[in-house]
């Protein structure tokens, strides 16, 4: 059975200060969209200075690239999470579950997309930026294999935002952030991976956040677990607008 809402995990923005509650909600929210860019400035720093130039430029050959994909990436899971922000807003969770329903259909369908194309481009990709270098394509290749944990991550995070909770998302990815650098140090100093170290790090870090947040609704929020009919498919409720 789904239970209600827990006032402690949601916050109903239709009720006290418009203003205060905004942001509140915001600071959390613009705090994690720059913390989710430090994987890569992350991976930078500690490949720039214990493995050398080439791989640091390898990289940095990455970095425009993925910061491309994953905008392309956040911008579609926040749209994803403005309908089901809405019906929460009107009470009305069955029609909110069933957009959680329809989003996580179309997400999945977008992991698998841009990550079969991003991969196979991958080289192709790599010259059109002028930049061909072997660490930057076995970096790049482990960037875009996390392509599927960075959609569910921006899927799942915005569903709990949209229940007017922006802290707990923040809160997974400073833990996956401290994550990747100890993965880092293990990987790229104690095992000598070099930038595959440091593709991996992040690849399994972004996994991690994926879980947290499935954790956080399944303990917290299930309230934003569909059931029953609400997991059926309806073309009516897969617009991210």
């Known amino acids: 059975m ?14 006290g ?3 205060r509650a905004i942001i509140k909600f ?21 490949v720039g200075r214990w493995i050398g130039v080439g791989a640091l430029a390898a990289v ?47 997400a999945v369908v977008f992991a698998v997309v841009i990550t079969f194309l991003s991969c196979i481009f991958c080289g192709k990709i790599l010259h059109l930026v002028n930049e ?11 960037q875009f294999a996390a ?19 922006s ?8 833990t996956a952030s401290v994550i990747n650098i100890i993965l880092d140090g293990i990987l790229i100093l104690g095992m000598g991976l070099g930038v595959e170290g ?11 956040s994926v879980l947290l947040c499935i954790w956080f609704i399944k303990k917290k929020m299930q309230i934003l677990i569909p059931k029953g009919e609400e997991r059926n498919f309806d073309n009516k409720k897969i617009s991210i607008l």
């Open 2 to 15: 789904v239970k209600t809402q827990s006032s402690k995990s949601t916050n109903d923005m239709t009720v």
């Open 17 to 19: 200060s418009p203003l």
């Open 26 to 46: 915001a600071i959390p929210l613009i705090l994690g969209y720059i913390l989710q860019q430090m994987y890569l400035i992350i991976d930078a720093a500690i």
């Open 60 to 106: 940095g050959a990455s970095s425009s690239i993925m910061f491309l994909i994953m905008g392309f990436c956040n911008g579609s899971c926040a749209g994803f999470a403005i309908p089901i922000a809405q019906a929460f807003g009107a009470k009305d969770y069955a029609k909110m579950r069933a957009y959680v329903s329809n989003s996580i259909r179309i």
């Open 132 to 142: 061909v270098f072997d660490d930057a394509y076995i970096f790049l290749m482990l």
């Open 147 to 165: 392509i599927p944990f960075t959609i569910a991550y921006n899927l799942l995070s915005g569903q709990i935002r949209a229940l007017g909770n």
């Open 167 to 174: 802290k707990q998302p923040f809160y997974f990815l400073i």
């Open 198 to 208: 440091a593709g991996i790090a992040t690849w399994l870090s972004q996994g991690i």
